[in-house]
């Protein structure tokens, strides 16, 4: 019998489970003469690494069909033996867990994030019907970062940052902490070994004054809390070396100042005794402010429960205590894993469906994105592992990552209430639409009674997938011509910058075939798609380039594409500038010219030309001094000019209450972004109110001042030209 299998059984026997070895048994001699002669890198029978993950879950407490498709996962990805024999000789359940970790290796993608995104989103799909799934892939993923070092530095890095990026979220989601703790580690050791090896060194240079200091406080805690408190169990824990990175290198904090490097953890039978224990506890330490946080009321969307505090003991250190029930303890460390483990969170509102509830909604979110590589950027920022609670005015309590914007918080609410939003308030204050909520924020939705709908800008705005999804699935329903024109003319800004030149019948047979390898219909779908943001042109722009060069590409081309000719050209920003082809175009600050001003552009020195509104005090003439007359060229705007200017107005008025809201709803009811917002109060009881707003021309501008004009209280309203 192999050794490496007797270590297997020697884990089955002593985990105190009951399995069917014989089962067990009969996956490894089918997966060992499956994989026969195969090595891994290190040289190691390749059987060495199934054996290795079956015994991770058996850590984990999985069952018997667990352990039998990690004996076999990679039998049918690897070797000849198909997926039916498996479903034959091992059941139903055992082949679809197999199936679901199985790579799509065969399947031709046009990139590399296009594989590792389509097989994120078939284990998504297997683990919506079985999240054993997802745990067999966990458990993969770190074995082979802990046998990681023999690869080559370049693939140690790419599965590093794809560990990081997609498996790390996803085992904080499912809330089993250790292999998402271990994943962190060994991924970042790989990452930035110079940060990693720092901290190393920081927590090893403590570590015995760390021992001594922990084993004091448990102490001193068992002797006040042990006499009340029969069934408990006090632990101490060193936070992981990815969790000080975080705070150390991304935001910037000294080693010292991180106050849960150091924590207890108290674990009691009922909840009443957790909140029992709190007040002991800031009775015998003094605790430091706004470091309290209850996840017991408010448990996090992993199911994550415990009551925190930070307190500083007599010799002025800070640590965390965390106090938690048995059952809390086990979905704390296991999560969904407690279920096989200890089989807690089975039944009632804490079912193993609902917990799984996320992943059909992640799935859900992303049929209207054609972009399949959407999915793992939802994994990267909704899934992410810092999380900030919102209230609504009703005291229900939303989850959001952290950044995220008052429209993400409507679109959590729901669909309706965002496609409806006009506005917001965050603790009875009005913001503008880009402002991000915290935690404890009592968020305050303003929504109008007709289905108006969002705007395109607000997909550049939101943090979450889900609200991008749904605002671009709007779009995709509601505003079908405007989307084909919208991808009309991106393509056409794209050709322009990449100097690739069609003549009509080219164009429409390359964009009908290129729609037609796209899986669209029709290139009017796929105009539409670009449209609605369902398809990332910088995603297509390299491969399009290519065909060109490759297909289309003529010296005479190349001749045409050098040419500077004294006519008028159209730039991308929709300015014609005389005399410069496919020039580079930016907008002065000084004045911040509009579509409708009468402007001038002056070459600059390595950054394109700069377009200035005619009467601008910068303009050669304006001043009376002129002393590089050459660099100064003709402009003018574009007949349709398609692209969104920032525009900033002053407005001086009676102060009053509501003036502010009056301001928000009226350019909401407009559909005018507002980028910014300030307001100051003047001694005469008056105030000034400086507003930045997202607009397309003149025009509008125009009519957003007659219109702010006639909200009561505005004495006057100027454009800023300063």
Not at 520 to 535: C, H, I, Q, T, V
Request: net charge neutral; proline share 3%.
């Amino acid at each position: 019998m192999n050794v490496s299998y007797e270590s297997l059984l020697n884990k089955l026997n002593q985990s105190g489970k009951t399995f069917n070895i014989e089962k067990i048994y009969e996956a490894f001699m089918v997966a060992d003469q499956a994989h026969g002669d195969q090595k891994r890198v290190s040289g190691e029978p390749y059987i060495i690494h199934p054996l290795n993950v079956a015994m991770i879950l058996v850590d984990l407490g999985m069952d018997t069909d667990t352990v039998v498709a990690a004996l076999l996962h990679d039998v049918v990805e690897d070797t000849e033996i198909p997926l039916h024999d498996i479903e034959k000789k091992f059941g139903k359940d055992v082949a679809l867990l197999v199936d679901g970790v199985t790579k799509l290796g065969r399947i031709p993608f046009s990139s590399r994030e296009q594989q590792q995104a389509e097989n994120v989103r078939k284990m998504l799909l297997a683990m919506a019907q079985d999240v054993r799934v997802i745990i067999i892939k966990l458990a993969d993923r770190l074995h082979n970062m802990r046998t990681i070092s023999v690869m080559p530095d370049h693939k140690r890095r790419d599965k590093s940052l794809e560990t990081m990026e997609v498996y790390a979220p996803l085992a904080h989601r499912l809330g089993i902490r250790a292999v998402k703790e271990e994943l962190e580690d060994l991924s970042l050791s790989y990452l930035d070994p110079i940060g990693y090896q720092e901290i190393e060194e920081q927590l090893a240079t403590r570590k015995e004054d760390r021992q001594l200091f922990l084993e004091r406080i448990k102490a001193r805690l068992y002797d006040r809390l042990s006499n009340e408190h029969e069934n408990m169990m006090i632990e101490g824990r060193v936070k992981s070396i990815y969790g000080i990175y975080r705070k150390v290198y991304m935001q910037g904090r000294a080693f010292e100042s991180i106050y849960d490097v150091y924590a207890v953890r108290i674990i009691v039978d009922s909840v009443f005794e957790c909140y029992n224990i709190l007040g002991i506890i800031h009775d015998v330490f003094r605790p430091i402010p706004n470091r309290f946080k209850d996840y017991i009321s408010t448990p996090k969307p992993n199911m994550y429960q415990s009551l925190h505090t930070t307190v500083i003991d007599t010799e002025g250190i800070p640590f965390e205590v965390q106090i938690r029930t048995w059952d809390m303890h086990y979905t704390a460390e296991y999560g969904v894993a407690a279920h096989w483990k200890y089989k807690v969170g089975i039944s009632g509102k804490d079912s193993l469906e609902d917990r799984l509830a996320w992943v059909r909604q992640l799935l859900e979110s992303q049929k209207e994105s054609d972009d399949v590589e959407d999915i793992v950027k939802s994994i990267k920022t909704d899934i992410a592992p810092e999380e900030v609670f919102v209230f609504t005015p009703k005291g229900d309590v939303i989850s959001l990552p952290t950044g995220s914007t008052v429209i993400d918080f409507a679109y959590a609410i729901h669909t309706a209430v965002g496609n409806r939003m006009t506005g917001a308030k965050i603790d009875g204050r009005i913001v503008s639409l880009d402002s991000k909520v915290k935690t404890g924020n009592i968020v305050d939705i303003i929504t109008t009674g007709q289905n108006n709908g969002p705007s395109r800008d607000w997909l550049n705005i939101v943090r979450t997938s889900e609200a991008r999804n749904k605002i671009r699935s709007w779009f995709k329903k509601e505003r079908r011509e405007e989307n084909i024109a919208e991808g009309k003319a991106i393509i056409e800004r794209e050709f322009k910058r990449n100097l690739i030149h069609f003549d009509d019948k080219q164009r429409e047979e390359y964009l009908s075939e290129t729609a037609r390898r796209m899986h669209y219909n029709s290139p009017d779908d796929f105009y539409a798609a670009l449209g609605y943001g369902g398809l990332s042109v910088e995603r297509i722009m390299p491969r399009i380039k290519e065909d060109y060069i490759k297909n289309y590409k003529t010296p005479d081309t190349d001749k045409v594409e050098k040419v500077i000719t004294k006519r008028k050209i159209k730039a991308s920003s929709g300015v014609i500038v005389e005399g410069l082809d496919s020039c580079l175009v930016k907008f002065a600050h000084c004045c911040n010219p509009l579509p409708g001003d009468e402007i001038v552009g002056f070459v600059t020195r390595g950054f394109g030309v700069s377009i200035h509104k005619k009467d601008c005090t910068n303009v050669c003439g304006v001043r009376g001094n002129c002393t590089e007359p050459e660099r100064w060229v003709k402009a003018e705007w574009a007949e349709k000019v398609k692209e969104a200017f920032d525009s900033t107005l002053d407005i001086y008025c009676v102060d009053r209450s509501g003036l502010l809201a009056d301001l928000s709803v009226m350019l909401s009811n407009l559909h005018v972004p507002i980028h910014a917002l300030n307001s100051r109060v003047l001694k005469d009881q008056h105030a000034t109110i400086q507003v930045t707003v997202s607009i397309t021309g003149l025009e509008q501008l125009n009519q957003i001042i007659n219109s702010v004009k006639k909200i009561p209280g505005v004495v006057d309203v100027e454009r800023t030209t300063r």
